[in-house]
């Protein structure tokens, strides 16, 4: 799969192991960076242009780390199309591909260890969209607000 992977400081040493393993698990990966550790840089810098490739289709899923994984997950959403949610555990990253179409798996760098995010991340990849009517109907709503026309 065409994954992309962005992180600040605050998961970088989480994004560096996932990294390794997507590749030589066979993945093709863009790193989006950040590609060394500054303890100033800043989460938006990395999770945006992340973003914007996975809703242009340069990559059909992202992965988005920052010290918690809450600010990625916020920057992510903002972005047009995206699907970001902060996942912890294995049901999640299953059900949030199956039902909601999340497209960007995000994660803390500092709240999950390497075995843990691994397991998240082939869940992640591994799961499919299950199309059901009533996901599709709901997605429907969804991109009703990103577009401003409001929900019920």
Same mark, same amino acid.
């Given at each position: 799969m065409k994954l992309g992977i962005a992180t600040d400081h605050g998961g970088f040493a989480l994004k560096e192991d996932v990294l390794n393993r997507l590749r030589t698990a066979g993945h093709?990966?863009?790193d989006f960076g950040a590609t060394t550790l500054d303890s100033g840089d800043d989460y938006p810098d990395y999770v945006v242009p992340l973003a914007r490739a996975v809703v242009? #289709?340069?990559v059909e899923r992202g992965i988005a780390i920052c010290g918690s #994984?809450? #600010?990625a997950?916020?920057?992510a959403n903002k972005v047009v199309g995206i699907r970001a949610a902060l996942?912890?555990?294995h049901f999640s990253a299953r059900q949030g591909v199956e039902d909601d179409h999340m497209n960007i798996l995000c994660m803390g760098g500092r709240t999950v260890g390497p075995e843990v995010a691994w397991d998240l991340v082939q869940t992640f990849?591994?799961?499919r969209f299950s199309g059901a009517e009533r996901h599709a109907r709901r997605l429907a709503k969804v991109a009703a607000l990103e577009a401003g026309r409001g929900a019920k």
């Open positions: 093709e990966v863009t242009s #289709g340069k #994984g809450v #600010g997950a916020v920057c996942i912890h555990d990849v591994a799961s």
